[in-house]
Structure formats: structure tokens, C-alpha cells
């Protein structure tokens, strides 16, 4: 939907400079209405990018937003990651220290639970 504004905004102020262009070639015999139209086309094209602006503005503000978000996402899956290598390898050690004793202590199992997903807060 910003992405149609932004693109309608940019299609006026291309129409408006147009406008400005002829009006250049086409000098209007009172200098002073030439001097108010203008400056009419002037605010209205400040108006028209600022708005442009405002609209890229959220846009990144959304997308900051969201790139956070993954980012947290990432570093929890990451971390959990690691816990279950750690895990793994202390069992793995545990293993190879009973064998190299030569006692026959069987490996414990995996620690497997199920995980329920976070709730957002």
C-alpha cells in the first residue's frame, strides 16, 4: 500500500515538474501570477516529497522492527544449539572416560523434551 502511495507521489511531482517546465517556456504576460503559480507548484512539491519521506520513514521503522525480531529468534535457536552440543559432548566425554577405565556404565540417554515455542509478550 506505501509502496502505491509512494509511487503515485513520485507520478505527481514528475507531472508537476512538467508543469513547471512549460510554464518556463510559456513566460505568462503578468510576472506576478507566473511568480504565485510558482510558488503554488513549489509548496506543493515540498509537500508531495515530504510526504515521500514520512512514508520511507515508516517503512524502515517497520522493517528495523522486524529484523530485530528475527534477530532474537536466531540467537535463542543459536543458543539452544549450543546447550544440546554441550550436552552431547559432556555425555560423549563421560563415555569415553568410563571406557577408558574399563567400566561398562552405558552412555545416559539424551535429555529429549519437548519444547513448547515462547509466547510473545
Do not use: C, W, Y
Not at 540467537?75 to 559432556?90: M, N
Request: hydrophobic content about 45%; overall charge positive; charged content about 25%.
Amino acid at each position: 500500500m506505501k509502496g502505491r502511495m509512494l509511487f503515485a507521489a513520485a507520478v505527481l511531482s514528475l507531472t508537476l515538474s512538467a508543469g513547471l517546465v512549460r510554464a518556463a517556456e510559456d513566460p505568462a504576460a503578468d510576472h506576478t501570477l507566473a511568480s504565485d503559480q510558482a510558488k503554488a507548484m513549489s509548496e506543493s512539491m515540498k509537500h508531495d516529497f515530504k510526504v515521500i519521506a514520512d512514508a520511507a520513514k515508516d517503512s524502515a521503522k517497520k522493517v528495523a522492527g522486524t529484523a530485530k525480531e528475527v534477530a532474537h529468534e536466531v540467537a535463542a535457536a543459536s543458543k539452544e544449539g549450543a546447550h544440546e552440543i554441550a550436552a552431547t559432548a559432556k555425555r560423549g566425554a563421560a563415555g569415553a572416560k568410563a571406557a577408558v577405565h574399563g567400566e561398562k556404565t552405558p552412555i545416559p540417554p539424551a535429555n529429549h523434551k519437548e519444547k513448547t515455542p515462547a509466547t510473545p509478550q
